[in-house]
């Protein structure tokens, strides 16, 4: 046995396709010169056993045997992947049962897995399928026999049922009968003259409501378009007298400038160039300190107010910290975060009293907690319970003084309860820490008006609307004070501003209705007061009768 036979034997066994393909490929191009030399005669048997061979795994394919292998390890691999899979069900089951247990306060205990059942194989079953034959055909006298058969059945099963009927069934099935052919020969007859008027009286009624609908719908497009040209002519005189105001202020200011000297001239330059300077760094410290503002609002990540200025209960966005379980077992700490919890979602379907129980509970664990006990005072004040959140707030603002809406919080309690004093000093402790505060402003503006001082009230109110002039409350409010001045020109305008951001604004209605009246306009004031009425306010109804006899 030389060389190359033991090296083809030990090629063969190659599971490789690629590495035997290369061997073989070199013993051909090694044993090819030789059998041309004759120096071996035995090699052309085996130059013929290497050639099938290459062509034999040409034929079956090297990338079909390599298909093969890798489809062979895809298959492990998914089967891998299974089992781990369901590995992490069952420590997913497992961890969720000690969770449990210890939640109980007993000992979880591991159960070893059962030994799987070996399946049995499934023995042949002999084949038991039943060979139907096909149905008969039947000729036409046999179809003819089988209908009268059925209708001699029906017949008699009628017959039957009219035998086992009571009297007051027949009775009832005759009424019926009567009914149908009178009703066919109705549809057949001529109408008689009595009918054909009715039919006519009918069509009449019709057309006459119609007739009345069209023509109140034309009287309310007429009516309604008078009062759009009353508004449009309205607003066209608030215009012109805006225009001249400023025309009016405009040739003042040219006038004192014509009047002065040019030193006078020159320092009063010098002054609005300043004024225009310090506005600019007003505006530009305010988009700061606007910036800041929103910034704390969303790290501390509490919704307190809505646009309008009224207290928010719902407050899902508040975060429970790990630092707020120091000193906490991990028993309590999880009693913790499920009455938090709870509390929350109470809060969110607007149950207030639950919400309270929760936070009380929460409480318990960790006493005097800043966030608990101001969502605790906001759900406090939507039950009107004003006294128990004006204690809450008060431990907030004492353990941290630097919050502005704690400050708030706690004016809005005393306002409720008619401490009008001790809510200004709350408003102004938040507006010394935020000066562009908005509804700090507008609390105390109104909070002002309550004690008398309408002329603080009216400041207030500018400021607000300063930092946001669409703020339709401090249009509002601004128009009450003017109208407790005196001043009732300008408060229609803001009511006229405010019914222009919101058209069903009820209250604004009804001040303007009484505006309107403190300068003689009936007419305006009665129709004002009438909307508001239909709007829902109950005041108004009572001016009606007072002033629009």
């Known amino acids: 046995m030389n ?98 247990a210890r939640k109980k306060g007993k000992e979880y205990i591991v159960k070893e897995p059962k030994p799987k059942k070996e399946k049995k194989p499934k023995t042949s079953v002999p084949d038991q399928t039943v060979k139907v034959e096909p149905k008969q055909k039947l000729t036409k006298e046999e179809k003819e026999l089988a209908r009268q058969n059925k209708k001699a059945l029906k017949e008699q099963q009628k017959a039957l049922k009219e035998e086992l009927m009571t009297p007051e069934e027949k009775a009832k099935k005759l009424a019926k009968e009567q009914k149908k052919l009178e009703k066919e020969h109705a549809k057949e007859r001529p109408l008689t003259p009595e009918e054909l008027e009715r039919q006519l009286a009918k069509q009449q009624k019709k057309e006459e409501r119609e007739k009345m609908k069209a023509e109140q719908e034309k009287v309310r497009a007429a009516q309604q378009e008078v009062i759009a040209e009353q508004k449009r002519f309205k607003a066209y005189q608030d215009s012109v007298k805006r225009a001249e105001i400023a025309i009016r202020k405009e040739n003042e200011r040219q006038m004192k400038l014509e009047a002065m000297t040019p030193e006078q001239r020159a320092k009063f330059e010098e002054k609005e160039q300043q004024r225009a300077i310090a506005a600019y760094q007003d505006s530009l410290q305010r988009e700061e300190r606007k910036r800041q503002r929103i910034e704390r609002k969303e790290s501390n990540k509490l919704v307190y107010v809505d646009e309008n200025g009224m207290l928010k209960s719902t407050i899902d966005t508040v975060e429970v910290l790990d630092s707020k379980f120091k000193g906490l077992t991990y028993k309590d ?73 704690v400050h708030y919080n706690l004016a809005v309690a005393k306002a409720k309860l008619g401490d009008f004093k001790g809510a200004i000093e709350s408003y102004s402790n938040a507006i010394s820490l935020d000066p562009e505060y908005m509804l700090a402003y507008q609390g105390r503006a109104a909070a002002k008006t309550m004690e008398g001082d309408y002329e603080g009230s009216l400041l207030d109110y500018n400021k607000a609307l300063g930092i946001n002039a669409y703020f339709t409350s401090a249009y509002k409010g601004r128009g009450v004070s003017l109208c407790l001045v005196g001043d009732y020109r300008s408060a229609i305008n803001d009511f006229s501003l405010v019914l222009e951001l919101k058209p069903n604004d009820g209250f604004a209605y009804y001040y303007r209705g009484l505006a309107y009246h403190g300068v003689d306009e009936i007419f305006n004031g009665c129709s004002d007061l009438s909307t508001a009425e239909d709007l829902g306010i109950i005041q108004a109804n009572l001016q009606l009768k007072e002033l629009c006899r």
């Open 3 to 100: 060389w190359y036979t033991i090296w083809i034997i030990e090629s063969i066994r190659l599971k490789n396709m690629k590495l035997k393909y290369l061997i073989f490929s070199v013993l051909l191009i090694s044993m090819n010169p030789l059998t041309i030399l004759g120096q071996d005669n035995n090699n052309d048997q085996l130059f013929d056993a290497i050639r099938d061979e290459i062509t034999r795994d040409k034929d079956f394919g090297v990338g079909d045997s390599l298909r093969a292998v890798n489809k062979d390890k895809e298959k492990a691999v998914k089967q891998k992947q299974k089992e781990r899979k369901k590995l992490q069900k069952q420590r997913a089951k497992e961890i969720a049962k000690r969770n449990k």
């Open 333 to 405: 700490q999880e009693r913790y975060q499920f009455f938090f919890n709870r509390g929350l979602m109470k809060l969110s379907i607007e149950d207030h009293k639950g919400a309270t129980k929760y936070f009380n509970r929460c409480l318990e664990l960790i006493p005097d907690n800043k966030e608990i006990l101001q969502l605790r005072g906001n759900t406090l004040v939507e039950m009107d319970r004003y006294r128990l959140a004006k204690k809450d707030f008060e431990k907030v603002v004492s353990e941290n003084p630097d919050d502005e809406i």
